[in-house]
C-alpha cells in the first residue's frame, strides 16, 4: 500500500536515453569496476512467485451444479466458526436454512430439493440479476434500522467477518481454492452493482438511506476483503488477458504504484511495461524481496534470468538516471527525501537474445498526467491503490481527480475482471462523499 504524496508539487517523469541529457537530469551509464551480477526471478521475486495466485473469473450461475452433499457438511462447519458473530443473522439462518441455531451442533442442514432451489436463485441472482439480489436481502431483514444502530455500537472487524460469512455460507465448498475463486467473482459482481453507471442510482439510494447500510455493508465488506483485505496480491486472469490484448498491439503498460510486482506480467508475455512507485523503504511487504536491487544505482548490465514453462527471458539493467529528488513520509512518519530515478531493464528473449520489450522503473509518486490512454499506452493498478485515486480524503488521497479524466478512459485493475470506466471511479468518489462510512475499500490487513 503506497501512502499519498506529502507534496503537492507536480513530479515530472524524465525518459531515459544514452545520446541524451535533460537539464537537471544525471545519468549513469555504469563504471567500469562495476562486475555483472546475475540473478534468478526466484532470487528477486520469491514473495510474489510465493504469495500471488492468478484466479479466474466463473459464471456463479453454474455454482448450482456444485451442490454436493459436502456443501451441507461444509457450511455447518462454516457456522460454527462463526456463531458468535452472527447472531444478528440466526433468525434468517434458520429460515433459510430450515435448521435450528442456537448453538452450532444444533445447526443441521440438509440439501434437499428446497434448498438447492433457494441456493439456486442466490446465484443466478448475484450473477444476473443484483437488483434482485438487493431486493432478496430487503425482503428479509436485512434493511434494518435496529441492525443498523447495533452495529455502530459493534467491532468493525467482527462486522466484516459476519457479512461476508453469510456470502461464504451460500457459496461453501470443500475445495477452498474453488469456494475463493468463486467468492472473487461475487466481490466483482457486487463492485460493478455499486458502482456501474446502470446500477449506480439504486446503490446511490441505499447509501442515502441509513436503514439500508446494514446492506450496504455485505456488499463492501465481501468486496473489501477479496479485492483488498486478502486479495490485494492476486491477479484476476481475465484482467491479464484483457491487458495481453492491448500489448500485442504495441501498448505499454502504465502500472501505477506497481512496486516490484511485474512477474506475472512478464509470465503472460506482456513485455513493455512501466511502474511508477516511490519504492517506500520503510514498506517491503508490499515490494519484492529484491526491489532495491532493481532500483540499484551503478549497475548497468546487471541480469536477471526467468526460466518459465513456455519461454526463458533475460532481463538486463541497460541505464539509470536521477532527476533530483522527491519528498515521501514513511510509515514512521519521518519525512524524507528520496532520489528520483528511472531504471531500464531491457526484455530478452534468452535464447536468441531477440528484444521483447522494456521494463522502466520510474521511483516517483504518480500525478494526474499518469492517467492517461491512447494508443501508446494503457493504465493498471491493484484494486486496494485505486481507492487512494478516487477518495477527495486529503490524509488518503494521491491528489487525482478521476473527473478530470478523459471522458473513454478506463483503468485496469489487477482483481477486477473488466476495466472501470471514468464514470465507475467518479461514483467511487461520490459514494466516499456520502454519509455513508465503513471500512475504507483501500485498506489491508494480511
Given amino acids: 500500500m503506497i501512502l499519498p504524496n506529502v507534496t503537492s508539487k507536480r513530479t515530472l517523469s524524465f525518459a531515459i536515453g544514452f545520446a541524451m541529457l535533460?537539464?537537471?537530469?544525471?545519468?549513469?551509464?555504469?563504471?567500469?569496476?562495476?562486475?555483472?551480477?546475475?540473478?534468478?526471478?526466484?532470487?528477486?521475486?520469491?514473495?510474489?512467485?510465493?504469495?500471488?495466485?492468478?484466479?479466474h473469473d466463473h459464471d456463479l450461475e453454474q455454482c448450482k451444479d456444485q451442490l454436493t452433499p459436502d456443501?451441507?457438511?461444509?457450511?455447518?462447519?462454516?457456522?460454527?466458526?462463526?456463531?458468535?458473530?452472527?447472531?444478528?443473522?440466526h433468525p434468517f439462518l434458520a429460515t433459510f436454512y430450515a435448521t435450528k441455531t442456537s448453538s452450532p451442533s444444533d445447526f443441521t442442514v440438509t440439501?434437499?430439493?428446497?434448498?438447492?432451489?433457494?441456493?439456486?436463485?442466490?446465484?443466478?441472482?448475484?450473477?444476473?440479476?443484483?437488483?434482485?439480489?438487493?431486493?432478496?436481502?430487503q425482503n428479509n431483514g436485512f434493511e434494518s434500522g435496529k441492525v443498523n444502530n447495533s452495529d455502530s455500537e459493534s467491532n468493525f472487524r467482527d462486522i466484516i467477518l459476519r457479512d461476508r460469512g453469510l456470502i461464504e455460507m451460500f457459496f461453501a465448498n470443500k475445495d477452498p481454492k474453488v469456494e475463493t475463486e468463486h467468492l472473487r467473482a461475487v466481490a466483482n459482481r457486487f463492485f460493478e452493482f455499486c458502482f456501474d453507471p446502470e446500477t449506480w442510482p439504486m446503490f446511490e439510494a441505499l447509501i442515502n438511506h441509513d436503514d439500508s447500510h446494514p446492506i450496504v455493508?455485505?456488499?463492501?465488506?465481501?468486496?473489501?476483503?477479496?479485492?483488498?483485505?486478502?486479495?490485494?496480491?492476486?491477479?484476476?486472469?481475465?484482467?491479464?488477458?484483457?491487458m495481453k490484448k492491448e500489448a500485442d498491439k504495441g501498448k505499454k503498460v502504465v502500472y501505477i504504484a506497481g512496486g516490484s510486482d511485474i512477474y506475472q506480467l512478464l509470465r503472460h508475455g506482456i513485455y513493455n511495461i512501466e511502474l511508477i512507485d516511490p519504492q517506500l523503504p520503510t514498506q517491503p511487504k508490499y515490494y519484492s524481496e529484491?526491489?532495491?536491487?532493481?532500483?540499484?544505482?551503478?549497475?548497468?548490465?546487471?541480469?536477471?534470468?526467468?526460466?518459465?514453462?513456455?519461454?526463458?527471458?533475460?532481463?538486463?539493467?541497460?541505464?539509470?538516471?536521477?532527476?533530483?529528488?522527491?519528498?515521501?513520509?514513511?510509515?514512521?512518519?519521518?519525512?524524507?527525501d528520496l532520489?528520483?530515478?528511472?531504471?531500464?531493464?531491457?526484455?530478452?528473449?534468452?535464447?536468441?537474445?531477440?528484444?521483447?520489450?522494456?521494463?522502466?522503473?520510474?521511483?516517483?509518486?504518480a500525478v494526474q498526467e499518469d492517467f492517461v490512454q491512447n494508443d501508446k499506452q494503457i493504465v493498471m493498478i491493484s484494486?486496494?491503490?485505486?481507492?487512494?485515486?478516487?477518495?477527495?480524503?486529503?490524509?488518503?488521497?494521491?491528489?487525482?481527480?478521476?473527473?478530470?479524466?478523459?471522458?473513454?478512459?478506463?483503468?485496469?485493475?489487477?482483481?477486477?475482471?473488466?476495466?472501470?470506466?471514468?464514470?465507475?471511479?467518479?461514483?467511487?468518489?461520490?459514494?466516499?462523499?456520502?454519509?455513508?462510512?465503513?471500512?475504507?475499500?483501500?485498506?489491508?490487513?494480511?
Wanted: charged share 25%.
Fill in 22 to 55: 535533460t537539464t537537471g537530469t544525471i545519468v549513469f551509464q555504469g563504471c567500469s569496476h562495476h562486475e555483472k551480477e546475475t540473478k534468478t526471478a526466484e532470487q528477486v521475486f520469491a514473495k510474489w512467485l510465493n504469495k500471488e495466485q492468478v484466479f
Fill in 111 to 137: 440439501l434437499n430439493a428446497q434448498l438447492k432451489e433457494k441456493l439456486a436463485k442466490i446465484y443466478f441472482m448475484i450473477e444476473h440479476d443484483m437488483p434482485g439480489f438487493v431486493a432478496f436481502l
Fill in 217 to 242: 455493508r455485505i456488499l463492501y465488506a465481501t468486496t473489501w476483503y477479496y479485492m483488498a483485505g486478502n486479495g490485494w496480491k492476486y491477479w484476476n486472469k481475465s484482467c491479464i488477458d484483457n
Fill in 71 to 89: 456443501y451441507a457438511v461444509t457450511v455447518k462447519e462454516k457456522f460454527a466458526e462463526l456463531h458468535n458473530v452472527m447472531t444478528q443473522f
Fill in 290 to 336: 529484491g526491489w532495491d536491487w532493481l532500483i540499484k544505482k551503478d549497475a548497468i548490465g546487471d541480469e536477471i534470468t526467468m526460466g518459465l514453462p513456455d519461454k526463458k527471458l533475460l532481463l538486463r539493467r541497460e541505464s539509470y538516471s536521477e532527476a533530483g529528488t522527491f519528498r515521501a513520509k514513511l510509515v514512521t512518519e519521518a519525512i524524507v
Fill in 383 to 446: 484494486f486496494n491503490e485505486m481507492y487512494f485515486v478516487v477518495t477527495p480524503n486529503q490524509s488518503k488521497s494521491w491528489g487525482i481527480n478521476p473527473e478530470q479524466f478523459a471522458a473513454d478512459f478506463v483503468l485496469y485493475a489487477k482483481q477486477l475482471r473488466e476495466p472501470v470506466s471514468k464514470d465507475v471511479m467518479v461514483n467511487m468518489r461520490k459514494t466516499e462523499q456520502s454519509k455513508f462510512s465503513f471500512i475504507a475499500l483501500g485498506t489491508e490487513i494480511n
Fill in 339 to 365: 532520489p528520483k530515478s528511472t531504471t531500464e531493464w531491457v526484455v530478452y528473449d534468452q535464447p536468441t537474445n531477440k528484444k521483447l520489450g522494456t521494463l522502466t522503473l520510474s521511483r516517483r509518486f
